[in-house]
């Protein structure tokens, strides 16, 4: 028993500490490619999203001034109708009453009969 508790004892040596000049320059060149491919992946995910979010305004302009051209046709064509309703059932200000009366039944109003 006494035996295996010295094996326990002895330093144990990790698989990710390097063991020479090598060792330490793998580490470094794979940290350092580790580094450059993190940051070339931020930036293009940057860029990109940079890019879709500038579609996607464009897209929504275009589709917002088309809803707003219907709108506008929409609203042009009831005021259109509402002003041809109102001309067609008042008559204008300066008529008078008798001349409305006269042109609803067809008659001048200067003609006696």
């Known amino acids: 028993m006494a035996g295996h508790g010295a094996e326990l004892s002895l330093p144990r040596r990790s698989w990710f500490r390097p ?10 060149f794979v ?3 580790v580094l450059v491919l993190g940051t070339n992946a931020a ?3 940057w860029f990109t999203y940079n890019y879709t979010i500038g579609v996607l305004v464009k897209t929504q302009s275009d589709k ?7 709108i506008q046709q929409f ?3 009831i005021e ?9 059932s008042v008559p204008p200000p300066s ?6 009366t006269s042109s609803c039944y067809g008659r001048s109003p200067l003609s006696s009969s």
């Open 19 to 28: 063991r020479g000049l090598f060792g330490k320059y793998v580490i470094a």
């Open 31 to 33: 940290g350092l490619i």
């Open 43 to 45: 930036l293009e995910a």
């Open 64 to 70: 917002a001034e088309a809803a707003a051209r219907r």
């Open 75 to 77: 609203v042009d064509e």
């Open 80 to 88: 259109r109708q509402i002003s041809f309703a109102t001309r067609a």
């Open 95 to 100: 008529s008078s009453i008798s001349q409305t």
